[in-house]
């Protein structure tokens, strides 16, 4: 499936364009997982806090694709534009977050489902002292890392460490890349742009997944699937012999 191929080239134009100011660097995320994992009731108070990222009063972009062409994914590597998890850089930073993934084995009747499997794994991703607080919008992550963990040497490089293995145990995800943003609002939001196009393509997919009659043309996503090969594959699989089903012209 090449529903986001598009848009992983714009991401990578994102990580590739120098900002003053900003210091862009890569990290590997190939090793192990190498902090322990979260139990059922480690939550990080307020006063434990060690730094917020995408806070209620921040920025925050959060999102995945996906596509099978494994040329367009780094395998193993991490982007992080602005700074690590650094008390001195605040307690509190706008935060993006983008899983860039190779994976196979995709078409019309599976993709829904495994996109909603690879949509949970940020859920079941929870390293000890880094809660999850609240995802409140399908493109926004709220984190509250520790000051305990923050003293231990936790960091985003941790945290995509633990995000990749998750992602790998999906028997149909190749690869994985991971893109951080701390820089700042400004760059968040210039993230968030490229992540509402994501999105609009997300659902309709959705929208797709939950129809029982089609009407395509009183659907907002018409142009959309008529312009983007992977969703009238889908479109016309889905439609194809259903009674009721209102056919395109």
């Known amino acids: 499936m090449h ?67 494994p040329m367009l994914v780094q395998d193993g590597r991490m982007t992080l534009i602005g700074p690590d998890l650094d008390p001195a850089a605040g307690p509190e930073l706008s935060f993006g977050k983008v899983m860039l993934l190779a994976a196979r084995d995709f078409d019309e009747e599976n993709s829904y489902d495994r996109f909603r499997r690879m949509s949970q794994v940020r859920f079941d991703v929870s390293p000890k002292g880094c809660m999850m607080r609240a995802v409140g919008q399908a493109m926004r992550e709220w984190r509250r890392v520790s000051r305990e963990a923050l003293e231990r040497g936790f960091s985003l490089v941790v945290l995509g460490r633990a995000l990749a293995s998750a992602y790998r145990a999906l028997g149909f995800v190749e690869k994985v890349e991971i893109l951080f943003v701390t820089a700042g609002p ?16 997300l659902d309709a997919l959705t929208r797709m997944a939950g129809e029982l009659i089609f009407d395509c043309r009183a659907c907002e996503y018409k142009d959309l699937c008529d312009q983007v090969d992977d969703l009238k594959a889908m479109r016309r699989k889905r439609m194809g012999g259903r009674p009721g089903v209102v056919k395109m012209p």
């Open 3 to 69: 529903l986001f191929d598009e848009i992983i080239r714009d991401i990578r134009d994102f990580m590739d364009t120098p900002r003053a100011g900003d210091p862009v660097r890569r990290f590997s995320i190939d090793l192990p997982p190498n902090w322990p994992p979260a139990g059922p009731r480690d939550i990080v108070l307020k006063a434990d806090l060690g730094v917020e990222l995408g806070g209620p009063s921040s920025e925050s972009a959060a999102f995945l694709v996906w596509t099978g062409d």
């Open 186 to 201: 400004e760059a968040v939001r210039g993230l968030a742009d490229i992540g509402r196009r994501a999105q609009i393509r």
